[in-house]
């Protein structure tokens, strides 16, 4: 079974919970004390960190992530970034990779609840996370038990170096999720706080990509399988940002041509009890919310006259028939 987190050794919390410092969710780096080494945007790239040999720009190595100057003096750096939207953090993972003769000893994490772009002077900062000793070249995971929501957070390094990646698992404030023109809310939506807890397989692209805004914008930003070479069917468990009834479905292959799902079909249920991990070998008897359909190449697919009668859901299992490759996945209704 596959996890939706790239470190296999990641904490429960990566796996339950959205991370609001992913800029394809809209979040964004907008004030640093110094990014002179390399930008402080990229340590919010949803793809792991890369090194690449012999890279160089007109500042010298170039680094995949946020890196400052060497600090001749008192003080240290920072960054303020947006959140993709305001939430309940969780946890973090402060993420070092490749770093090594260039990491920072310590860093910290402190959250503010702003309704502008970027705070100000009077910002109420309060702190998420302790200064913490970090290492290099490794993930830094850390859970976080503040329950005040934030807009923003400051990441702060002691003295200098550099950050790979910033991951910051949250609740979103489900408040602000916006509903279509018939009132529908995408109750999947990863903004709105749903998340992907298993798949069998994620060969090519991570079952979590479906729940990400907009259309894909190209086949490696959908969910996808390898070729399977033996009976039966691949498929993937959500975890809905709210229990409600859904109303609309739309299953999205864009991008995918020679390897798009023969057909598809949902199966859901309303959880109440057992583990993530218990999930999977449940979801094999859940009810049918969608029958199987059959799919079309780089298209959007809707269906709601097909959605059977159900009861209030919290979960479902978007099974493809065999394999193959899916961009996005909406499922619009009411919460419950």
């Given at each position: 079974m596959a996890m939706n987190a790239s470190d296999p050794d990641a904490p429960d919390f990566v796996?339950?919970?959205?991370?609001?410092?992913?800029?394809?969710?809209?979040?964004?780096?907008?004030?640093?004390?110094?990014?002179?080494?390399?930008?402080?945007g990229r340590m919010l790239d949803p793809q792991p960190a890369c090194f690449v040999p012999g890279k160089y720009d007109d500042n010298g190595k170039w680094m995949d992530g946020w890196e400052s100057r060497r600090r001749r003096g008192p003080g240290h750096d920072w960054c303020i970034v947006r959140l993709a939207r305001r939430g309940v953090v969780h946890g973090v993972d402060l993420d070092t990779s490749h770093?090594?003769?260039?990491?920072?000893p310590a860093a910290s994490l402190e959250g503010c609840q702003f309704d502008g772009d970027a705070p100000d002077a009077g910002a109420d900062w309060f702190p998420l996370l302790p200064a913490v000793d970090l290492g290099g070249n490794?993930?830094?995971y850390f859970a976080i038990e503040s329950a005040?929501?934030?807009?923003?957070?400051?990441?702060?390094?002691?003295?200098?170096?550099?950050?790979?990646?910033l991951r910051v698992y949250a609740?979103?404030?489900?408040?602000?999720?916006?509903?279509?023109?018939?009132?529908?809310?995408?109750?999947?939506?990863?903004?709105?706080?749903?998340?992907?807890?298993?798949?069998?397989?994620?060969?090519?692209?991570?079952?979590?990509?479906l729940l990400l805004p907009g259309r894909g914008i190209d086949m490696g930003d959908g969910w996808e399988t390898r070729r399977r070479r033996e009976p039966g069917h691949d498929w993937c468990i959500i975890a809905l940002a709210r229990p409600g009834h859904v109303?609309?479905?739309?299953?999205?292959t864009a991008h995918f041509?020679?390897?798009?799902?023969?057909?598809?079909?949902?199966q859901a249920t309303h959880v109440t009890q057992g583990s993530h991990a218990s999930l999977v070998?449940?979801?094999?008897?859940?009810?049918?919310?969608?029958?199987?359909?059959a799919l079309r190449m780089d298209a959007q697919h809707h269906f709601r006259e097909e959605i059977e009668p159900h009861r209030i859901v919290s979960h479902v299992r978007l099974n493809i028939h065999p394999d193959g490759g899916v961009s996005r996945l909406r499922l619009l209704g009411r919460p419950g």
């Open positions: 796996r339950r919970h959205v991370n609001l410092a992913d800029a394809r969710l809209g979040a964004a780096a907008i004030r640093c004390s110094d990014d002179f080494f390399a930008a402080m770093f090594t003769g260039n990491f920072p490794r993930h830094h005040r929501p934030c807009s923003h957070v400051r990441v702060n390094l002691f003295p200098d170096g550099g950050l790979a990646r609740t979103p404030a489900f408040e602000a999720a916006i509903a279509n023109p018939d009132g529908l809310i995408d109750l999947a939506a990863a903004l709105n706080g749903g998340t992907a807890v298993a798949a069998n397989n994620e060969h090519f692209g991570r079952a979590s990509n109303e609309s479905i739309e299953v999205d041509k020679g390897n798009y799902p023969d057909r598809c079909s949902i070998t449940q979801s094999m008897f859940w009810p049918v919310l969608l029958a199987e359909q």
